[in-house]
């Protein structure tokens, strides 16, 4: 599955969890003496950790079980090995990569042997070779948050925070084994502008560190060594991709409007200050959805008063007169910390996630709430709650609203005293008590990321059923226009938020239910504007009324792709 769109090539770098990353890259001439030393100085460190592990073995199990690791020794003390690491590393390839190579040779030759006694000491081969290049990268300090040449990076998955911390520079794309379009990963790859693809079973069993791989993010694809007719393809396709882009650039300071003059606001999602050049450049009309969130993953925990209010204030300010709609923090199902806080659940998108955590720990809550409300005169800022599932919920936030607006009066603290309070609908529960809900609000923004998995019960990162994982499945259709209707029978804007906003195909659909305001990714404006403008809402109404009589998803993506066929080809080029 391509999550963030772009075509890119370059060399693998593997991250797997329970071992070890190694980069192959060319070290110079000079740099070979001290490779060769800290090869050295490995093989003494791992025998000495082998030996130690033995004699442990022999003092609380049997001899037999110590004697497993001989065979460990013995690879160590392998002349050809010491030799064939040697030979590379002097042909200038870093030692990391040289070990790895060779005693990857040796457990593929050994488990392809018709033996089952030998074909199981691979198994202790690459024990071996794990031992050995932790060591050695203990002493270098190798992370994906420090690669020095740029790489695309492979791995099972990648948590919020590792993909946050990426450098685009050096991180070119990455693929992982798991994962979905919804994922923060994948949410985080598209705020970044970083290609990448997902859902790739054993992709970490299949590439070598160092084999070249092709990305391409828009269909989904990824490539291993491909051959010159592929790059040549696939670097025909970005060009393409890049041009229509630049074309996009022109609607910068267009409003999304119909071509029948039906405008909506089109916002932007942010994770972070860093994305706040990207909102204006893209032609956002300002910030729909910043997941705060992800001020607490980067600190690993939660953050004082001061920090938060310096960073609202400064995307208030940057994007003053236009709007910034902050949602209190959002941590918990794929976004975990760890910490006092913070507990591992074993059904984290069901458990003590987002606004229920703010609750749970009402200190924390209002020390974010104090740090919102002091932004608010700096700008255009709104607060919103995620993941409401009943009004107590909004009942008792506002609560603590309140105390911390008392709190800022009492200290002389300015503040915008009637700042918007608004609510994600994300959970049916919230759909269905729409109408009491928007009784208590200023606005609703629907989040179908989380709408989608709770109604349809699919774990938005569970690639084994991502495929029933349906945007235009009629009961996620039928929920977003009940909720469209309550809050416009009480005179309420209502936008979405979620991925399905971002997909061209879908936006005169969602114009057609009835939606004030979209809200997407910053590299996704330009491409969403130019679907609004490119459909009439007579156009968009007619479809979301045919689509609402659909019995399958199918069905109704059958309909969304015919009405984009016809009024902007140029973008089914490139999705
Ligand atoms: C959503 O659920 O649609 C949403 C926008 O919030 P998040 O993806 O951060 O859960
Ligand atoms: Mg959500």
């Not at 190798?142 to 990426?166: N, Q, Y």
């Amino acid at each position: 599955m391509g999550v963030s769109p772009g075509v890119v090539i370059g060399p693998a770098y593997l991250l797997m969890p329970e071992s070890v990353c190694v980069v192959r890259h060319k070290i110079s001439k000079d740099a070979v003496y001290g490779d060769i030393e800290r090869f050295e100085d490995a093989l003494i460190e791992t025998r000495q950790q082998i030996k130690e592990l033995q004699s442990n073995l022999e003092q609380n199990a049997t001899v037999q079980e110590a004697s497993i690791l001989d065979a460990h020794l013995m690879a160590l003390d392998d002349h050809v090995f010491v030799g064939n690491v040697i030979k590379k590393i002097e042909a200038q390839t870093n030692v990391e990569a040289a070990v790895s190579e060779v005693l990857e040779s040796y457990a593929k030759i050994l488990s392809s042997v018709d033996d089952e006694y030998l074909s199981e000491r691979s198994a202790d081969v690459r024990d071996v070779a794990r031992r050995m290049i932790n060591n050695l990268t203990k002493a270098t300090d190798a992370s994906v948050l420090d690669l020095r040449h740029k790489h695309v990076v492979i791995a099972r998955d990648l948590s919020p925070s590792e993909t946050a911390g990426m450098r685009k520079d050096m991180v070119i794309g990455f693929a992982t084994e798991v994962g979905s379009p919804t994922s923060h990963s994948a949410v985080m790859a598209r705020a970044l502008e970083i290609p990448a693809v997902v859902c790739l079973h054993d992709v970490s069993k299949i590439v070598e560190p160092g084999d070249e791989v092709l990305i391409d993010g828009n269909k989904g694809f990824f490539i291993i060594n491909p051959t010159p007719e592929q790059m040549e393809k696939y670097g025909r396709v970005e060009k393409a991709r890049k041009t229509i882009e630049r074309g996009l650039v022109t609607l910068q300071h267009k409003p999304a409007e119909t071509t029948d003059g039906y405008r909506i606001t089109l916002s932007a999602n942010t994770e972070g200050l860093q994305e706040v050049d990207a909102v204006l450049r893209h032609g956002a009309e300002g910030v729909g959805l910043f997941r705060s969130e992800y001020l607490y993953l980067a600190a690993k925990g939660c953050i004082d008063e001061e920090s938060q209010t310096a960073v609202y204030t400064q995307v208030a300010e940057r994007l003053s007169p236009a709007p910034v709609i902050i949602r209190t923090m959002d941590i918990g199902g794929d976004k975990m910390l760890d910490g006092p806080h913070f507990e591992r659940e074993s059904n984290p998108f069901l458990g003590c996630r987002s606004i229920r955590l703010s609750l749970l720990y009402p200190k924390p809550f209002k020390i974010q709430l104090r740090s919102i409300l002091r932004a608010s005169v700096h700008g255009n800022v709104k607060l919103m709650y995620p993941m409401i599932s009943n009004i107590n919920e909004i009942i008792q936030a506002n609560e603590i609203l309140e105390e911390a607006k008392r709190e800022l009066a009492a200290e002389k603290v300015p503040f915008k005293k009637d700042i918007e309070v608004g609510i994600m609908v994300e959970i049916p529960a919230a759909v269905m008590t729409a109408d009491v809900l928007a009784q208590h609000v200023d606005f609703f923004s629907i989040g179908t990321n989380d709408l989608i998995q709770y109604t349809l019960a699919v774990d938005r990162v569970n690639e084994r059923v991502a495929y029933l994982y349906e945007p235009t499945h009629p009961a996620v259709l039928k929920l977003i226009k009940q909720t469209v209707d309550a809050g416009h029978k009480h005179g309420i804007w209502v936008g979405l938020c979620g991925e399905m906003a971002a997909d061209p195909m879908l936006v005169s659909l969602l114009l057609g239910l009835g939606i004030d305001e979209l809200s997407v990714s910053p590299a996704a404006v330009p491409m969403i504007k130019d679907s609004i403008r490119s459909v009439s809402f007579v156009q968009a109404k007619e479809l979301a009324e045919k689509s609402l009589k659909c019995q399958t998803g199918d069905e109704v993506l059958g309909l969304c792709r015919k009405l984009t066929n016809k009024v902007a080809p140029e973008l089914m080029e490139i999705m």
